[in-house]
């Protein structure tokens, strides 16, 4: 038996910030969405335009409070083929919210406060 990522999913508040935040800090793009009945939820499914693995953001209509991220511990990670370049566009955004330089990664955080590892190309 063999099993392939699809996506992962998150919940988003304002589904045109996050959308934005995607493009803008990691160059993902939209490739589809799905509305709901009668406008309940919006799924927005973001790609990296190579690796087919997908990020779905959820918006539901009715949701007006923060999410409850808890202690923050699950991230996504991704490789960044110019760390260098990566890490000053992020800093011009003012979305690193973490560093750890003895490691050589970084973390950024995205409009619901969803942190994203950033680490460079060939890390293990």
Do not use: Q
């Amino acid at each position: 038996m063999k099993f392939t990522f699809v996506h992962n999913n998150i919940n988003v508040l304002d589904l045109d910030k996050s959308v934005k935040f995607y493009e803008d800090a990691l160059g993902f793009r939209e490739k589809r969405r799905k509305l709901g009945p009668g406008g309940s939820f919006i799924l927005v499914f973001m790609s990296d335009g190579s690796s087919g693995h997908e990020l779905e953001l959820t918006w539901l209509r009715d949701r007006t409070e923060p999410y409850d991220l808890g202690d923050n511990e699950f991230h996504m990670a991704l490789s960044a083929d110019d760390f260098n370049a990566a890490h000053k566009h992020h800093e011009e955004m003012g979305c690193i919210c973490y560093e750890n330089r003895e490691m050589g990664i970084y973390f950024i955080s995205d409009p619901d406060g969803y942190w994203i590892e950033i680490l460079p190309l060939n890390h293990h």
